[in-house]
């Protein structure tokens, strides 16, 4: 099976966000960086605490997942897989988000990064992107997934199958 890029996905709740989420979490390791765009309120923290959460929970960790909006990172410890949730909204520059330990981060953790845009050209190329859109109710929305490497695809194919835009 082959997924195509951009890869369009309806979700009519924040119950089918979060299950999105749950779908992709098993298959994510580290040094995978999903870029999370959207306005606020679209749905970015929504599906990244249900991911951490995902994870958190089949090592038998249930914990509190805040916003990182004021703490800017929060890390999670999944047995040997660290994640990172990074939201960037009020970084004003790109060196900020460094002093924090990103570019460390993309390299040995799961990166799931709210307002990537504020990394500039520092944001890893091999990213995935996910472009949350308001739908026609207030908890629907429009997802499009981005890749620019290819590998994406073939990861991806086999567990987005059933997840597409309906017509």
């Known amino acids: 099976m ?3 890029m951009p890869h369009l996905i309806d979700l009519p709740s924040e119950r089918r966000t979060a299950s999105l ?13 999903l870029a999370l765009h959207g306005a606020i309120g679209a749905g970015k923290s929504t599906f990244a605490r249900a991911l951490i959460r995902c994870r958190l929970n089949a090592v038998g960790l249930d914990e509190d997942i805040p916003s990182p909006t004021f703490t800017l990172v929060q890390t999670y410890q999944a047995d040997d897989l660290e994640i990172w949730h990074s939201d960037l909204y009020r970084l004003t520059h790109p060196d900020e988000a460094f002093e924090l330990g990103l570019d460390d981060a993309f ?15 520092d944001l890893p190329a091999e990213a995935l992107h996910l472009s949350f859109e308001n739908g026609a109710s207030d ?5 499009t997934l981005t890749a620019t490497d290819p590998r994406w695809a073939a990861r991806l194919a086999p567990i987005l199958s059933d997840w ?3 017509a």
């Open 164 to 166: 597409t835009a309906h």
């Open 2 to 4: 082959t997924l195509t």
């Open 139 to 143: 908890d629907a929305r429009h997802l």
């Open 21 to 33: 989420a749950r779908t992709l979490a098993p298959h994510l390791r580290a040094g995978d960086t």
């Open 107 to 121: 390299a040995t953790a799961l990166c799931l990064i709210e307002w990537p845009d504020r990394l500039g050209p």
